[in-house]
């Protein structure tokens, strides 16, 4: 596609249950990221995708949170028993061959946890 | 402290005046910045990305390098309302990710 495309746009979600964001790269690009942007601050880190193999995934806060690139475009953050802290905007990035090139953002999604 | 420094802000400056955001960095070995402009609401866009050490221009944005101080810097040259925006700090430090710095908050005003 022509830019990184992200879905849902936006998503309320009751405290305790399971969300699943998707992001469709710009076809090519090799590298995938995944970022959580809370309320006024900076991007923050939460994983790595090159091809279909997720590379870091340091940044992910809790182990209710898992991503997947199964076939090495198309990926999946999937947050589990949503707590409110989990509130914010998660942005998928793509690369055409790592972090020298500087990211494509998608538009987000915004997560509202009730 | 975090590894990419920035002032929140926010900046205010007049219409036509150059502006300029500053950002620090910890990790020595950093190689490339990226600065990235977000207007409210929206997803973070690339301006601009600098390796070397001194500047590196492109239309009304300079980008400043100075791995000595770990510093990187960013000019807009004739401010325009419409850069009125958060303008994010960007560096290779260390991971196979970018890391952010919080932002900037500029505001032109009219």
């Not at chain 1, 182990?63 to 997947?68: Q, V, Y």
């Not at chain 2, 070995?29 to 050490?53: A, D, H, T, V």
Request: some cysteine; glycine content about 10%.
């Amino acid at each position: 596609g022509a830019g990184v495309s992200q879905s849902p746009r936006y998503k309320v979600a009751k405290r305790g249950q399971d969300v699943a964001l998707r992001c469709d790269p710009i076809s090519g690009h090799v590298s995938l990221f995944w970022y959580q942007q809370a309320l006024g601050q900076g991007p923050e880190f939460l994983t790595y995708f090159q091809n279909e193999a997720q590379l870091d995934k340091s940044g992910l806060p809790s182990d209710r949170f898992f991503a997947e690139r199964p076939e090495g475009s198309v990926s999946t953050l999937k947050i589990q028993r949503t707590q409110q802290e989990d509130s914010a905007v998660y942005l998928c990035a793509s690369s055409l061959g790592g972090q020298f090139y500087g990211y494509t953002f998608g538009s987000g999604t915004r997560l509202t946890v009730v | 402290q975090k590894e990419v420094e920035q002032n929140s802000g926010p900046l205010s400056v007049p219409e036509g005046a150059i502006a300029s955001l500053n950002c620090t960095y910890s990790d020595r070995g950093s190689q490339s910045f990226f600065w990235y402009r977000q207007y409210s609401g929206k997803s973070p866009e690339l301006i601009m990305f600098i390796y070397s050490n001194g500047d590196k221009e492109d239309g009304r944005f300079t980008a400043q390098l100075n791995k000595a101080s770990q510093y990187v810097s960013l000019l807009i040259r004739d401010s325009q309302p419409s850069d009125s925006a958060t303008y994010l700090c960007a560096g290779d430090t260390g991971r196979r990710a970018l890391t952010f710095g919080s932002g900037t908050r500029l505001q032109v005003q009219p």
